[in-house]
């Protein structure tokens, strides 16, 4: 888990700072205070700045007769309204945006020269857009998907872009399958169905056909899949880089975001009830808890292989359907990232973000990554008709804090205005400037790695990329016994929505049948196909038998129950004291608390008083929250057992095994709802109970209790 480092100032903190180290902040913080529109106390002007005298009328002959072509207000404001939506990301449309800070833990000279790397005072600006694959803009939050990472730090050396996800391999080796794979996971072409998810026919015809996709299918058919919270995810850079240093010597690396906020994930019927109840949960969840100072943050770490051994492992460092085991390689901790800010305008910033994995600066590099290779290209490609032409990268949230000046000129919504008479360069017209930058450490001019290639041109693959199975079955064994159910049902639910049996069939027997004969027994058992014999293919297997890493149920996060929201149910006659107790010992450990009461009204404490909720308990529904609090107050505790409304939300909460803490007096109604106590099922207040309470959250979900919750229908 994240070591002790020293805290970093808040992006408020730092604009006011006057250092030179600071500066490159205060310029990005700057660039878009420069672009921020501000029309409090303006009047309403028409895009030429003519001031609007009437914004309710279009002009026209005669008060009931037809509307005069003449009306530039009018024309002017729908032209602009017609054109207000740009197309949509191919893939990755969905998604939510915030800014914040990366500050490196120290010097990391002897593996990179990267000058954000190197100084733990200095603050590099980020902004971070996290996303879901397969569903458009509209698409709901929580559906089965893998979930885009992507930073960009806008280091004084330029623009780098770290374009993850929060799966650290993928479907395919080779980036010429990417639009075949896009349009196999995409909704159907006849229907548009299924939005957002990969519960059909095509999806599966594609992978069952190419089993370079079973390791990366079996994170997707995992709890990964499902994330509680986008502040909850493990993030991975998926290739193999290189970092370079100031000699010239490089290190193949993998890059990884730990959470501090743990590894958490909702259940799945948690998650298709988010996708009715709050389309927008997690994209409200990174917005609330930065909104409330819930800062998250993440550890950047890098697995390091020195040069040398490269080819010292079972599969292919360049292939990227391959972990390197944390087992194995450990991750090394660079620094740390914290989100502070939400966007002002999503459209401006959210949107409009364009990532690259090309954008580079020196001290990283790539490799020869197949998949990695035809990604430099794609990403500055699609931005020319998704925003308009070749200058995305004067956007304001594009623009890089380091200065970009060169000779490339003119095109679609160019807002330089570029002085002298030479963009060419060599020129002696304007002093041949801007120049070239020399390479090596004193000057930092960006060099490619210079790496030695004696081949054949061939379109042909590694066949040291040829393993596909070891991995994945490494993966589903180092599962804990429930993410393995998890797994299965995952398969189950989504292969039972296949229409063709020959593709149930095929995934079954040529994919899980190689992978693990328990998981394809289990899964062919559910779909009523006849069961598998063992797989086909000689699986080497890996050389662990398992990585701990790997299972979610080792990844609790060093922060406690800090930014975990925990409901309070009240009614009339509630014990205001009790109430105040929770709302102390919650505070106490920096957990979010929300009285729900029957409406939105205030309810009457036991002694009389008007006490506020938050919201509804049918507004804000059990799987919103991590936890439950029942307070004391006979009356209250009567109203909610008489309650179907609180009844539900009890019971659901139980089946999705959260922490539930009744006060002493709920005996009575713990007994009327059939529950019994266990470890997150607690009666009393004392601090034993809260003690108590707070460890089950922490642990984020009761999972002893699974056996007990099949029977409880919710
Ligand atoms: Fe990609 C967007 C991550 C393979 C082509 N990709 C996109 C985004 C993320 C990733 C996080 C959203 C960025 C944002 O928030 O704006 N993509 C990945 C990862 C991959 C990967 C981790 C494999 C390791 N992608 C990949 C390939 C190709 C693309 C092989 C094409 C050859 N990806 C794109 C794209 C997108 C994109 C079409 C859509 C919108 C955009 O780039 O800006 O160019």
């Given at each position: 888990?994240?070591s002790?480092?020293?805290d970093?100032?808040?992006?408020s903190?730092?604009?006011g700072?006057?250092?030179?180290?600071?500066?490159?902040?205060?310029a990005?913080?700057q660039s878009l205070?420069?672009?921020?529109?501000?029309?409090t106390?303006?009047?309403?002007?028409?895009?030429?700045?003519?001031?609007?005298?009437?914004?309710?009328?279009?002009?026209?002959?005669?008060?009931?007769g037809?509307?005069?072509?003449e009306?530039?207000?009018?024309r002017?404001?729908?032209?602009?309204?017609?054109?207000?939506?740009?197309?949509?990301?191919?893939?990755?449309?969905r998604?939510?945006?915030?800014?914040?800070y990366?500050?490196s833990?120290?010097?990391?000279?002897?593996?990179t020269?990267?000058?954000?790397?190197?100084?733990?005072?200095?603050?590099?600006?980020?902004?971070?857009?996290?996303?879901?694959?397969?569903?458009?803009?509209?698409?709901g939050?929580?559906?089965?998907?893998?979930?885009g990472?992507?930073?960009?730090?806008?280091?004084?050396?330029g623009?780098?872009?770290?374009?993850?996800n929060?799966?650290?391999?993928?479907f395919?080796?080779?980036?010429?399958?990417?639009?075949?794979?896009?349009h196999?996971?995409?909704?159907?072409?006849?229907?548009?169905?299924?939005?957002?998810?990969?519960?059909?026919?095509t999806?599966?015809?594609?992978?069952?056909l190419?089993?370079?996709?079973?390791?990366m299918?079996?994170?997707?058919?995992?709890d990964r899949?499902?994330?509680?919270s986008?502040?909850?995810?493990?993030?991975?850079?998926?290739?193999?880089?290189?970092?370079?240093?100031?000699?010239?010597?490089?290190?193949f690396?993998k890059?990884?975001?730990?959470p501090?906020?743990?590894?958490?994930?909702l259940?799945?019927?948690?998650?298709?009830?988010?996708?009715?109840?709050?389309?927008?949960?997690?994209?409200?969840?990174?917005?609330?808890?930065?909104?409330?100072?819930d800062?998250?943050?993440?550890?950047?770490?890098?697995?390091?292989?020195?040069?040398a051994?490269?080819?010292?492992?079972?599969?292919?460092?360049?292939?990227?359907?391959?972990?390197?085991?944390?087992?194995?390689?450990?991750?090394?901790?660079?620094?740390?990232?914290?989100?502070?800010?939400?966007?002002?305008?999503?459209?401006?910033e959210?949107?409009?973000v364009a990532?690259?994995?090309?954008h580079?600066?020196?001290g990283?590099d790539?490799?020869?990554?197949p998949?990695?290779?035809?990604?430099?290209?794609s990403?500055?490609?699609?931005?020319?008709?998704?925003?308009?032409?070749p200058?995305?990268?004067?956007?304001?949230?594009?623009?890089?804090?380091?200065?970009?000046?060169n000779?490339?000129?003119?095109?679609?919504h160019?807002h330089?205005?570029?002085?002298?008479?030479?963009?060419?360069?060599?020129?002696?017209i304007?002093?041949?400037w801007?120049?070239?930058?020399?390479a090596g450490?004193?000057?930092?001019?960006?060099?490619?790695?210079?790496?030695?290639?004696?081949?054949?041109k061939?379109?042909?693959?590694?066949?040291?990329f040829?393993?596909?199975f070891?991995?994945?079955?490494?993966f589903?064994?180092?599962?804990?016994?429930?993410?393995?159910?998890?797994?299965?049902?995952?398969?189950?639910?989504?292969?039972?929505?296949?229409e063709?049996?020959?593709?149930r069939?095929?995934?079954?027997n040529?994919?899980l049948?190689?992978?693990?004969?328990?998981?394809?027994?289990?899964?062919a058992?559910?779909l009523?196909?006849?069961?598998?014999?063992?797989g086909?293919?000689?699986?080497?297997?890996?050389?662990l038998?398992?990585?701990p890493?790997?299972s979610?149920m080792?990844?609790l996060?060093?922060?406690?129950i800090?930014?975990?929201?925990i409901a309070?149910?009240?009614?009339d006659?509630v014990?205001?004291?009790?109430?105040d107790?929770?709302?102390?010992?919650?505070?106490?450990?920096?957990?979010?608390?929300l009285?729900?009461?029957?409406?939105?009204?205030?309810?009457?404490?036991?002694?009389?008083?008007?006490?506020?909720?938050?919201?509804?308990?049918?507004?804000?529904?059990?799987?919103?929250?991590?936890?439950v609090?029942?307070?004391?107050g006979?009356?209250?505790?009567e109203?909610?057992?008489?309650?179907g409304?609180?009844?539900?939300?009890l019971l659901?909460a139980?089946?999705?095994?959260?922490?539930i803490?009744?006060a002493?007096?709920?005996?009575?109604l713990?007994d009327?709802?059939?529950?019994?106590?266990?470890?997150?099922?607690?009666?009393?207040?004392d601090?034993?109970?809260?003690?108590?309470?707070?460890?089950?959250?922490?642990g984020h979900?009761?999972?002893?209790?699974?056996?007990?919750?099949e029977?409880?229908p919710?």
């Open positions: 888990m994240p002790k480092k020293p970093a100032p808040r992006n903190e730092v604009a700072t006057q250092t030179p180290d600071r500066a490159n902040t205060n990005k913080l205070e420069d672009v921020r529109s501000d029309a106390g303006q009047a309403l002007r028409t895009n030429q700045g003519v001031r609007i005298a009437d914004n309710q009328n279009t002009l026209k002959a005669g008060a009931r037809p509307s005069l072509l009306d530039f207000i009018m002017e404001k729908i032209t602009h309204f017609d054109h207000e939506r740009i197309p949509e990301r191919i893939v990755h449309a998604g939510t945006g915030a800014h914040g990366f500050q833990y120290g010097k990391h000279a002897e593996l020269k990267a000058g954000f790397l190197q100084d733990p005072e200095k603050i590099t600006p980020v902004f971070v857009r996290f996303s879901t694959v397969q569903g458009p803009r509209g698409s939050d929580t559906v089965r998907d893998v979930r990472f992507a930073v960009k730090f806008y280091t004084d050396e623009n780098f872009d770290l374009v993850g929060n799966m650290p391999v993928f395919i080796q080779d980036a010429i399958k990417f639009p075949d794979f896009v196999a996971v995409k909704p159907e072409p006849h229907n548009e169905m299924p939005t957002g998810g990969s519960a059909h026919d999806f599966w015809d594609f992978v069952s190419v089993p370079e996709s079973a390791h299918v079996m994170w997707a058919m995992s899949a499902i994330p509680r986008l502040r909850m995810m493990e993030g991975f850079g998926v290739h193999t880089f290189r970092l370079i240093n100031a000699e010239g010597v490089a290190s690396v890059f990884h975001w730990k501090r906020q743990g590894v958490h994930s259940l799945w019927d948690e998650a298709q009830k988010l996708a009715g109840k709050d389309t927008d949960f997690q994209r409200r969840d990174l917005w609330e808890a930065i909104e409330t100072g800062y998250p943050e993440w550890e950047l770490g890098v697995q390091i292989v020195p040069e051994d490269e080819h010292k492992f079972d599969f292919d460092l360049l292939d990227p359907t391959k972990i390197i085991p944390e087992e194995l390689v450990p991750v090394t901790p660079l620094g740390k990232m914290v989100l502070n800010r939400n966007p002002d305008n999503f459209f401006a959210t949107e409009q990532f690259c994995p090309g580079i600066v020196p990283i790539f490799t020869n990554d998949l990695l290779q035809g990604r430099l290209f990403y500055t490609d699609t931005q020319i008709s998704r925003l308009g032409g200058n995305f990268h004067q956007i304001p949230i594009n623009r890089p804090v380091a200065p970009n000046h000779n490339q000129r003119d095109a679609m160019q330089v205005l570029h002085k002298g008479r030479a963009s060419y360069e060599p020129n002696s304007d002093g041949g801007p120049k070239e930058t020399p450490p004193e000057d930092g001019g960006f060099e490619s790695y210079q790496e030695r290639i004696d081949a054949h061939i379109r042909q693959r590694s066949e040291s040829g393993d596909h070891s991995q994945a079955r490494l589903f064994q180092s599962m804990s016994e429930t993410e393995q159910q998890h797994i299965i049902k995952a398969y189950s639910f989504e292969l039972g929505k296949v063709r049996e020959h593709i069939a095929r995934e079954v040529e994919i049948a190689n992978i693990d004969l328990k998981l394809a027994a289990a899964v058992a559910n009523g196909l006849p069961a598998p014999k063992a086909s293919v000689k699986v080497k297997g890996s050389q038998k398992q990585s890493a790997l979610q080792n990844h996060g060093d922060v406690g800090k930014g975990r929201k309070v149910l009240v009614a006659g014990d205001a004291g009790s109430v107790h929770w709302r102390k010992a919650l505070e106490a450990h920096s957990a979010r608390m009285v729900l009461g029957p409406t939105s009204a205030p309810v009457k404490t036991a002694d009389g008083k008007a006490l506020a909720v938050d919201a509804s308990m049918e507004g804000m529904p059990s799987v919103m929250f991590d936890g609090i029942v307070p004391g006979k009356k209250a505790l109203a909610l057992a008489g309650s409304l609180a009844k539900h939300f659901e139980y089946k999705h095994l959260k922490a803490g009744f002493a007096e709920g005996k009575a713990v009327g709802l059939g529950l019994k106590a266990d470890k997150g099922l607690l009666l009393g207040d601090q034993k109970a809260v003690d108590a309470f707070v460890k089950a959250v922490e979900r009761v999972w002893e209790r699974e056996a007990a919750a029977a409880v919710a």
